[in-house]
Nanobody, 124 residues
């Protein structure tokens, strides 16, 4: 599975962006897909996951602001980000895996496939 993330950019605080992650090479309708982010000088952190296309998980800081979704017909996963804050500034990565369990969705080491990252900058 090859993942291509895009949609990042520069936005003012309070604004919105939608990130997309297009998958090729294999239909990933039954995969778990996720978004992680890494701010400069910090470790990669979990943002959101869609476990096997049904169960969603979010890190606390984005609950109510971010929404993960997937369009299986387009083999694409999205991250709708609203009410953006300067602390959301990071490089965002999409990830996918076919075999991880629910308890592992927040761990970046559990994912076999990664996109290249797309940069999000939120100005205050």
């Amino acid at each position: 599975v090859q993942l291509q993330a895009y949609g990042g950019g520069l936005v003012q605080a309070g604004g919105s962006l939608r990130l997309s992650c297009a998958a090729s090479g294999r239909t990933f309708s039954r995969y778990t897909t996720a978004w992680f982010r890494q701010a400069q000088g910090k470790e990669r952190e979990f943002v959101a996951a869609l476990f096997r296309g049904s169960t969603t998980k979010y890190t606390d800081s984005v609950k109510g602001r971010f929404t993960i979704s997937r369009d299986n017909a387009k083999n694409t996963v999205y991250l709708q980000m609203n009410s953006l804050r300067p602390e959301d500034t990071a490089i965002y990565y999409c990830a996918a895996d076919s075999s991880l369990i629910l308890s592992s969705v927040r761990s970046h080491t559990a994912y076999a496939y990664w996109g290249q990252g797309t940069e999000v900058t939120v100005s205050s």
